[in-house]
Every structure is written in structure tokens, then in C-alpha cells.
């Protein structure tokens, strides 16, 4: 990308602009790797597939964070979870979080071989998306009607988890 005298960016000698309609000319679906939404007003939205997968790491990490200091009883992490109802987590409970912090390490390489792949290519891979996205919405729900505070935080990264995965499953090209 060059800038020429007059402050605009050019690349290969093309305004920008004239240089990504020729991109996504060749292949719309496949520009980044963008995934296209049409909402029913009939606005498409195009957003890359790497943003979706960043958010998703990201809010996955928070919660691999969130699991992992429940396992290991941290307190600042007893806020955050089982409603915030203990000061020190059963036994049950840590093992329970144990389980949690496998999957969640699971969600996240399985979002990295969507992303990779360009979408779920094959019927299992689609039922495990779906699953997922069941998974996290009722995470959703059950953090949005706690007790405390801090764990009704936790619907923020499970409802981008849910909705990227949506995203993510939609096969490119």
C-alpha cells in the first residue's frame, strides 16, 4: 500500500476502494475470509471470519480463566461462579469446573479448525456446532438469571461463544 502526494492510499497502482471491488469481484465469499449476513431489512453485513474468531477465543479464554480459577478455588473467581453462593466450592463442584475447563480448552481449538476449514465441512462437525451454540445459550440464559452480579458478566462471553459459533459453522464458498 502506497500513499500518494494527494494523501490517498493506493495498492498496485488502484485506489483502495477500486482495488477491494476487484477482490471481492473474484470472489465475494472469500475476500478475508468474509461472511455475509442479510438481515431482513435486506442490508447485507459483511464481517471477517478472523474478527469472529478472535471474539471467540477471547471470550473463550475468559471463561477457560473463569473455570480454571474455580477448579483451583480462587477467590476471586467464587463471585463469578455457581451464582456466587460460596466461599470455598465443594468438591463436586471443582471437579464439575475441571470438566468445564476441558471443554472450554475444546471449544476453542474446534473454533480454530472452523475457522480453518472455512466452516463446518462435514455432518458431525455441523451437529457439534450446533450443540455448542445450544450449550452456550443456555449458559446465556442460566448467567443472565443469577443471584450475583458478577456471574450475570458471564452472559457476555457465552452469547458472543453462541453467536460466533453460529457464524463460524456457515461453510465459505
Not at 23 to 34: H, I, K, Q
Request: charged residues 15%; aromatic residues 10%; without cysteine.
Amino acid at each position: 500500500m502506497t500513499r500518494s502526494q494527494r494523501g490517498s492510499y493506493s495498492i498496485k497502482d488502484q485506489p483502495v476502494t477500486t482495488y477491494l471491488a476487484k477482490r471481492r469481484a473474484a470472489n465475494p465469499l472469500d475476500f478475508l475470509g468474509v461472511i455475509s449476513t442479510r438481515l431482513e431489512t435486506g442490508i447485507v453485513m459483511k464481517t471477517p471470519r478472523g474478527f469472529i474468531l478472535a471474539a471467540v477465543l477471547v471470550a473463550s479464554a475468559w471463561n477457560l480463566v473463569l473455570v480454571a480459577a474455580a477448579v483451583f478455588n480462587a477467590h476471586w473467581a467464587l463471585t463469578r461462579v455457581s451464582g456466587g453462593q460460596f466461599q470455598s466450592l465443594p468438591i463436586g463442584l471443582r471437579i464439575a469446573n475441571l470438566g468445564f475447563t476441558v471443554l472450554t480448552a475444546w471449544v476453542m481449538l474446534f473454533a480454530w479448525r472452523l475457522w480453518k476449514s472455512g466452516g463446518a465441512r462435514t455432518a458431525v462437525d455441523v451437529r457439534w456446532a450446533k450443540l455448542i451454540v445450544i450449550l452456550y445459550a443456555a449458559s446465556t440464559l442460566i448467567n443472565i438469571i443469577s443471584k450475583s452480579s458478577n456471574e450475570r458478566l458471564n452472559a457476555i462471553p457465552a452469547v458472543i461463544v453462541a453467536g460466533g459459533f453460529i457464524l463460524l459453522r456457515r461453510p465459505v464458498g
